[in-house]
């Protein structure tokens, strides 16, 4: 199972950006997909959460700028970012709550991050 993250660059102050996160490999089925940030000298924090069914969850500072989203059929997260503030530079990592085909096992896997860099 792998999961590939799309989409960060460096925005003005006010910008927008869209993360994508891929899940593939032997995936039964996802049950919750999501978005975490660290910045530099910071611990990991979370971003926002989404489950299978639409469900979604956002840390208070991301809410009303964020908008998470998935596709299913995919097995695609996005993460839409309005109103990026230099304070959201960070590296952004997806993960993926998932049931894996052959060992029916629920495992969690991460993205390989990508960086967002806001600039003022």
């Known amino acids: 199972v792998q999961l590939q993250a799309y989409g960060g660059g460096l925005v003005q102050a006010g910008g927008s950006l869209r993360l994508s996160c891929t899940a593939t490999?032997?995936?039964?089925?996802?049950?919750?997909m999501g978005w975490y940030r660290q910045a530099p000298g910071l611990e990991r924090e979370l971003v926002a959460t989404?489950?299978?069914?639409?469900?979604?969850h956002y840390a208070d500072s991301m809410k009303g700028r964020f908008t998470i989203s998935r596709d299913n059929a995919k097995n695609t997260v996005y993460l839409q970012m309005n109103s990026l503030k230099p304070e959201d530079t960070a590296v952004y990592y997806c993960?993926?709550?998932?049931?894996?085909?052959?060992?029916?096992?629920?495992?969690?896997?991460w993205g390989q991050g990508t960086q967002v860099t806001v600039s003022s």
């Open positions: 490999g032997n995936i039964v089925s996802i049950n919750i």
């Open positions: 989404i489950t299978s069914g639409g469900v979604t």
């Open positions: 993960y993926a709550d998932l049931n894996r085909r052959h060992t029916y096992t629920r495992e969690t896997y």
